[in-house]
């Protein structure tokens, strides 16, 4: 077992490899009551590809990563999630566009529970019924999604921003693909992701982490090898948008905008260069379009936008952008001031006192994150995933200087914009 330790955070980490495979991260926190425990695969909306047992190249369905998600949840006909909770554990699941994560939380009955986690995520035994009876659920899930205008418009968003990537398809896939869903071809993706060797436990709380490691190799809760695997993901996106501008009628009181800045990326890149830019992007649109910036005061006085305001930033393994959105009455005023700073930015200067401010914000983050079971987790688990431990991100971030975030002004250009203006329906009007 190998023991890791953070001493500027009084943190220590145990990793080991079950049964020399899987990887099991423990995050020691003395004293706490709970158990935070997450469990993921490289299997996400953008995954296509993968060769079965027999060297076949096959497809994969879209939707697959996140009805593979609902039906692991299937054993022998019944949902294994009321064995966690009568054991006192509260189990949930997520697929985003690059992984597919199970996890739980619990005072008690860890070893029960780390043991039931292991055994349904690798050893599924959903029925042709069963699935089903899941097509049907998905498609009203899907249903719901398209009948909520917020959703629709981010949707909207993602097919005018990127060209050929599959972030601009639906995590849930489509009423096609639903419909397509069988029993078979969803084991034979499961046996091809779900491997312990491409899979990640992260566990954090008040746990001997020498006694979990026996329990767990006693159980042998580890499928046998097998030969089937992911195909690499092959897309090359264009940094261009698809579209500039779309604007679209939808169920909704107040005009809302929404910006997307494609920002320049190469999933080819060690990932510590990415994980730089990342912060150094954050670092820069915090400081012009955040809620201390003077974008924002001038909108706000003027009452251009409201609280609805935000700007985030998504980086995923494939691809990186930016969003800036609020509701607004004056939708002209937005757009015109945001595609103005946009359009600045390559000769926007940042102040000295700005930039070591958004620096101490970040530092504050991260140090609060490390009190939240949940966010250490699912940040960690992230991290480790390409060999870097999240501890370290601070020290990154320390390093990173303003020449540095300065240099990424002239990477943002206007074709990288485009924006989705959602307006009430005439009815509404």
């Not at 220590?12 to 990887?23: E, I």
Request: charge should be negative.
């Amino acid at each position: 077992m190998d023991e890791r330790r953070y001493d500027d955070f009084r943190e220590v980490v145990h990793h080991f490899r079950l049964q020399a495979r899987l990887p099991v991260h423990i995050i020691q926190k003395p004293s706490y009551s709970q158990v935070y425990v997450t469990l993921s695969v490289p299997l996400g909306s953008v995954h296509t590809r993968f060769q079965d047992k027999d060297g076949k190249e096959r497809s994969v369905p879209p939707g697959a990563a996140h009805f593979l998600e609902h039906k692991v949840f299937e054993k022998g006909g019944r949902d294994v999630s009321e064995d966690f909770s009568l054991d006192g554990a509260d189990i949930n699941a997520f697929t985003d566009h690059h992984r597919t994560t199970y996890l739980f939380h619990a005072t008690d009955v860890l070893y029960t529970n780390v043991t039931r986690l292991c055994e349904m995520f690798f050893f599924p035994e959903f029925t042709p019924a069963g699935v089903k009876k899941e097509r049907n659920v998905i498609l009203e899930e899907l249903a719901s999604h398209k009948d909520d205008p917020y959703y629709a418009q981010y949707r909207g968003l993602m097919a005018a921003m990127y060209r050929k990537h599959p972030l601009k398809d639906d995590i849930l896939g489509t009423e096609a693909s639903i419909e397509s869903m069988d029993a078979k071809n969803l084991l034979d993706i499961h046996k091809a992701f779900y491997k312990p060797e491409q899979a990640v436990m992260v566990i954090v709380g008040d746990i001997d982490s020498h006694r979990l490691r026996e329990h767990l190799e006693k159980a042998d809760v580890l499928p046998e090898k097998t030969r089937a695997r992911p195909l690499p993901f092959e897309t090359e996106e264009p940094f261009s948008v698809e579209q500039e501008k779309t604007v679209k009628e939808l169920d909704i009181m107040i005009p809302s905008v929404l910006f997307g800045i494609k920002l320049p990326f190469s999933p080819f890149e060690p990932f510590p260069k990415r994980l730089r830019a990342r912060i150094a992007y954050a670092i820069l649109f915090d400081i012009v379009f955040g809620k201390t910036g003077d974008v924002h005061e001038e909108l706000l006085d003027k009452g251009v936008i409201n609280d609805s305001y935000g700007v985030d930033l998504v980086f995923g393994e494939t691809y990186a952008h930016a969003l800036i959105g609020t509701e607004t009455e004056a939708v002209s005023a937005f757009e015109e001031r945001i595609l103005a700073e946009l359009g600045n930015l390559g000769e926007k200067d940042l102040a000295d006192e700005d930039f070591l401010r958004v620096k101490r914000q970040l530092y504050g983050g991260f140090i609060q994150s490390l009190d939240n079971l949940e966010t250490l987790a699912h940040q960690y688990g992230e991290y480790i995933r390409h060999d870097i431990s999240y501890y370290d991100m601070l020290a990154i971030a320390r390093s990173i200087t303003k020449e540095e975030v300065l240099d990424l002004r002239k990477t943002i250009r206007k074709e990288h914009v485009s924006r989705f203006v959602a307006v009430p329906e005439r009815t509404r009007r």
